[in-house]
């Protein structure tokens, strides 16, 4: 049954912080809908971050047309929620997630076959895929309802590069699709590895020498450099690294104010000098570290990577013991993007509030960890190259203001 008006918009917004709190999406990636009537929709707005969002700003959209009343824009996927109230008279719920194991899986382009029994009760025999289209398009708005229309009995939708589509009959119904499509997802993933690799029993850090010795790369680095993190304030940039230590540093000179500053304060002063950003994360997540042993530039194999990160990331040789020339090179390497892999170190983040790195930090962790996983399955796919360029620039042009007024 449609709900009320009022009490659909709440649930809107209940469900858009529930997905923060649960790591379903970042930032305001994701759109979460509830219909009202057989003609109506409730849809979260454009743009704006959810752990903020209230009641007024969710907007009301005709499924027939997609028109929508007030002036607040309604989400770009409006169509897709439109086409599964369209198509499944029974759902009420619709939520779109970027969560991170049901991605990955979809890179794959392949479909979930013979579900798992203890999975099927709430995802029926099979998870099917739509075929990659850029978001917010038309073309992604087709396959998806293409998809749905050759899988009238699904309610989980792989989206590929993308996310997933979960149809729910109540709130606590979609819910439960998009959760256990997770946990679904992650067993494909643990069991895809143990069949590739041999292994007895899974362990992260078993997968990890998996892929890497896979790849020629030997095994997960036994230390990590600290190259801190650092915050910039004209011409002043304070890093902390260490154990909590703290320094001020000026730019002009590269020295420290009031004390010695460490050889890394190099490597900031280097990436300030080239970006205009006025903060630096060191982001040391073993995924990340991982792939930053290959010594190879990243490409996107997820779409939301392109859009946040960059088209493309850089990986920069470790020299050690010339924290000028690595200096050099990382800052070189980050040009027109917001990270930089070093190699067998991670990689530097950067951005202009705790809110970018936050998202940041997410889209760096989920694109490495996939890059593993999809190279385990043998089936990598990456995001096409021009699409890349269109959805970076229109996310630096507009979308990235857009949110950073809120």
């Not at 903020?52 to 499924?63: A, H, S």
């Not at 028109?67 to 409006?78: A, F, Q, Y």
């Not at 993933?189 to 890497?212: C, Q």
């Not at 962790?365 to 043998?378: H, M, P, S, Y």
Request: with cysteine.
């Amino acid at each position: 049954m449609a709900y009320e008006v009022e009490e659909a918009k709440r649930l809107v917004v209940e469900a858009g912080k529930r997905l923060l709190e649960n790591g379903l999406i970042a930032r305001t990636w994701g759109n979460v809908s509830a219909r009202i009537s057989e003609t109506q929709f409730v849809i979260t707005p454009s743009g704006r971050a959810y752990d903020t969002l209230t009641p007024d700003e969710v907007v009301v959209v005709n499924i027939d047309d997609c028109s929508h009343e007030g002036d607040i824009k309604p989400s770009s996927e409006k169509g897709i929620h439109a086409d599964a109230y369209k198509h499944h008279p029974l759902v009420n719920f619709v939520i779109h997630t970027h969560q991170k194991n049901a991605t990955i899986v979809s890179i794959t382009g392949m479909e979930i076959r013979n579900v798992y029994n203890e999975f099927k009760n709430v995802l029926g025999d099979y998870v099917p895929v739509a075929e990659y289209a850029m978001s917010t398009t038309t073309p992604l708005r087709k396959k998806v309802e293409k998809c749905m229309m050759m899988n009238p009995s699904c309610r989980a939708f792989l989206l590929k590069h993308h996310g997933t589509l979960c149809l729910g009959d109540s709130f606590e119904g979609a819910f439960e699709v998009a959760e256990t499509l997770e946990s679904c997802c992650a067993k494909v993933i643990k069991d895809n590895y143990l069949r590739h690799s041999w292994a007895k029993v899974y362990s992260e850090e078993d997968k990890r020498n998996f892929y890497l010795e896979k790849n020629e790369a030997g095994k997960m680095p036994e230390t990590i450099c600290d190259l801190g993190s650092s915050v910039r304030v004209g011409g002043i940039f304070t890093l902390t690294y260490g154990d909590g230590q703290k320094i001020d540093v000026d730019m002009s000179t590269g020295l420290g104010i009031g004390g010695i500053a460490p050889k890394c304060a190099k490597i900031h002063r280097a990436i300030y000098e080239e970006e205009d950003c006025t903060m630096i994360k060191h982001n040391t997540n073993p995924y990340v570290v991982a792939v930053s042993c290959l010594g190879e530039k990243m490409l996107p194999m997820i779409d939301d990577f392109a859009q946040i990160v960059g088209v493309d990331v850089n990986c920069a040789p470790w020299i050690d013991g010339d924290t000028d020339e690595c200096a050099k090179q990382i800052g070189e390497g980050i040009e027109d993007r917001n990270a930089i892999l070093i190699e067998g170190h991670g990689a530097l983040l950067t951005g202009n509030n705790e809110g970018d790195l936050n998202a940041l930090d997410i889209i760096m962790e989920k694109g490495c960890e996939a890059q593993v996983d999809v190279d385990i399955f043998n089936r990598p796919h990456y995001v096409p190259k021009a699409e890349c360029f269109l959805m970076r620039t229109v996310y630096l042009a507009k979308y990235s203001k857009q949110i950073d007024k809120k």
